[in-house]
T-cell receptor
Framework: AQTVTQSQPEMSVQEAETVTLSCTYDTSENNYYLFWYKQPPSRQMILVIRQEAYKQQNATENRFSVNFQKAAKSFSLKISDSQLGDTAMYFC?????????????FGQGTTLQVKP | ETGVTQTPRHLVMGMTNKKSLKCEQH?????MYWYKQSAKKPLELMFV???????ENNSVPSRFSPECPNSSHLFLHLHTLQPEDSALYLC???????????FGPGTRLTVL
């Protein structure tokens, strides 16, 4: 069974600095998708970034980028130039390509506090 | 309304009540999902519907009964719930099952 682990329950960063959130996963499959979702306090969960496992190039979205290490089964999220609006809970998630069920398996989440 | 909407946003019910949660997506998607988000636990997938057909039931107790009358609407019927069922219930949708899921704001359920 696939599992996703986020080992940092809480993190903080000063505004304008860079922070990296860790995520590891376990799977025996070769084709899958990985996601980072952001859930601001009392607000809707939104997609931050998506990575296809067959792509070697790391995904980037503006200030957000990932370090995808397939052999190590690691998928960390780097937030550059942190802003107060980045304060949120961040979830790492895994989806199998082969099973085609749409089942997302989430990690426990990391609460990020951006300090002014 | 745009995106994925959920009603009600908050619900308090007794263990003997029957209530329903509603989800509507305005994105033209074909797949819809129910998730449960409890404190200090990862989000758990409950049900998946593809083209109105249930394709995944993640061993959910029968006191939770989903209904998907069309690709735009998803309901979760609740009856005889337990206090441990108190949680945030999130609905999501995606174009197809392998595509990115878009989430609604959730319904905060409290079972007394």
């Amino acid at each position: 069974a696939q599992t996703v682990t986020q080992s940092q329950p809480e993190m903080s960063v000063q505004e304008a600095e860079t922070v990296t959130l860790s995520c590891t996963y376990d799977t025996s499959e070769n084709n899958y998708y990985l996601f980072w979702y952001k859930q601001p306090p009392s607000r809707q969960m939104i997609l931050v970034i998506r990575q296809e496992a067959y792509k070697q190039q790391n995904a980037t979205e503006n200030r957000f980028s990932v370090n995808f290490q397939k052999a190590a089964k690691s998928f960390s999220l780097k937030i550059s130039d942190s802003q107060l609006g980045d304060t949120a809970m961040y979830f790492c998630a895994f989806m199998s390509f082969n099973r085609n069920t749409g089942k997302l398996i989430f990690g426990q989440g990391t609460t990020l506090q951006v300090k002014p | 309304e745009t995106g994925v909407t959920q009603t009600p946003r908050h619900l308090v019910m007794g263990m003997t009540n029957k209530k329903s949660l509603k989800c509507e997506q305005h994105l033209g998607h074909n797949a819809m999902y129910w998730y449960k988000q409890s404190a200090k636990k990862p989000l758990e997938l409950m049900f998946v519907y593809n083209f109105k057909e249930q394709t995944e039931n993640n061993s959910v107790p029968s006191r939770f009964s989903p209904e998907c009358p069309n690709s735009s609407h998803l309901f979760l019927h609740l009856h005889t719930l337990q206090p441990e069922d108190s949680a945030l219930y999130l609905c999501a949708s995606s174009q197809e099952s392998r595509d990115t899921q878009y989430f609604g704001p959730g319904t905060r359920l409290t079972v007394l």
